[in-house]
């Protein structure tokens, strides 16, 4: 998988399926909702929609 930026410390990638249990969890932090203002997922599927697909139209943001 390519990496969009890479340090030292940090790989940035695309959000994956398989990263849907973390977004989960991630989105269901209060703090990191005050932040986005987004509402919390309802379960891991619906987390699983904001993941890009790798088809044209999506801007691969994920959340």
């Known amino acids: 998988m390519p990496f969009l930026l890479r340090t030292p410390r940090l790989y940035l990638r695309e959000m994956q399926p398989d990263d ?21 997922f309802a ?13 044209t139209g999506g801007n691969g943001c994920g959340m």
């Open 20 to 40: 849907a249990p973390q977004a989960l969890l991630l989105n269901a932090d209060p703090e990191v909702l005050r932040y986005t203002g987004d509402a919390p």
């Open 43 to 55: 379960d891991e599927a619906a987390a699983r929609l904001v993941m890009p697909t790798g088809k």
